[in-house]
């Protein structure tokens, strides 16, 4: 019987991780087999791992006991069908697995997607239960597969974001300050914030004095900060705090540096996954939440209609993906040794945001 091979992170260590080698999983009647083409790998995914026990990311593609599959976004082809509606051959754009092919089942079924009906799946975020069949699209977007992979689903979580301060009215804040704004969300966030004309709170972007000069090219910050000179921030301004890597110390010396001043304290990612949980409990101004991007986009499902919010956030990624694909150079990582490396490499910031990395199991 043929073999599938897996990817397998220790849920509470994530740099412990095994290659593990199964026999394919037959199928049942209505469920296809998904070749995994390529998946991005970007902060996006150390954020899905470091949460995925919180909001569920490891329930998609549950594995054995305390291990997880990391989840991504990714290019793929149906190799075996028993559908009547998905034909082999068809190329497909979603939510995988780091793994070498996976078996979805489609339920809802529309010309140009289809909703994964499986039982397990059935209480997760709808948003990730999507699959593009990407036959039917324009020769424009199937030639930005890459771009997809890595950019498109953190350009759309830095226009969620960018929708959630306007629809707070930046809960009064004078200025953002977005944390690891060298990150693909954090300066998709700045652009946006800094070239719509009708915002006018300053843009301030933290990163490490070796990515200053990247994210002085991208020319989307008013202001940028080295980590450890925070107090060039203006404390006496009100504030709103987005933090792209789960920094905890750094949450912390800023809302004691602003104290009421922080009027917003956003927590998005989790690069800085094993720092989070020295964050002090107690905190002046107001309290560190967790951003859910689909919890927002399902708000604006309700107010604007099913999809609109993905459509106008796509929309917005790819204009950001246009304006910066000359600052990516993307690489090609293949094989499950080479994958393990570079996922270690990523949970260890070895990983400079000028890399676009792109793995194949």
Known sequence: MTKRTEIWVDRQNLRETKIVELDQQPLEEGQVRVAIDKMGLTANNVSYAVSGDFIGYWKYFPAEGAWGKVPGWAMGDVVESRSGDIAVGERLYGFFPMASEVVLEPGQVADGFFMDAGPHRAELPALYNQYLRTQGESDFLKSLEDERCLLFPLFITSFV????????????????????????????????????????????????????????????????????????IDAELTTAWVDMSGDGPLTTRLHHMLEE????????????????????????????????????????????????????????????ANSV????AVEKVSGAKEVEAIWRDMLDNKVSPSRGIMISI
Request: aromatic share 10%; with cysteine.
């Open 325 to 328: 694909s000359g600052q990516l």
């Open 261 to 320: 001043n922080m009027v917003e304290s956003c927590i998005v990612g989790g690069t800085h996954w094993d720092s989070d949980r020295r964050r002090d409990k107690e905190l002046p101004g107001a309290a560190p939440t967790f951003f859910f991007a689909p919890g927002h986009i399902a708000k604006r499902d309700g107010e604007w209609g099913q999809g609109e919010m993905w459509r106008r956030g796509s929309e917005a990624g790819a204009a950001i």
């Open 161 to 232: 974001l960018y929708d959630y301060l306007i629809a707070n009215a930046f809960f009064n804040a004078q200025q953002v300050v977005i944390g690891s704004v060298s990150s693909k969300t954090g300066f998709g966030l700045a652009h946006l914030l800094k070239n719509d004309p009708k915002v006018g709170q300053k843009v301030i972007g933290l990163t490490s004095p070796r990515n200053v000069e990247f994210v002085e090219s991208l020319g989307c910050c008013d202001q940028i900060v080295t980590y450890g000179e925070e107090s060039e």
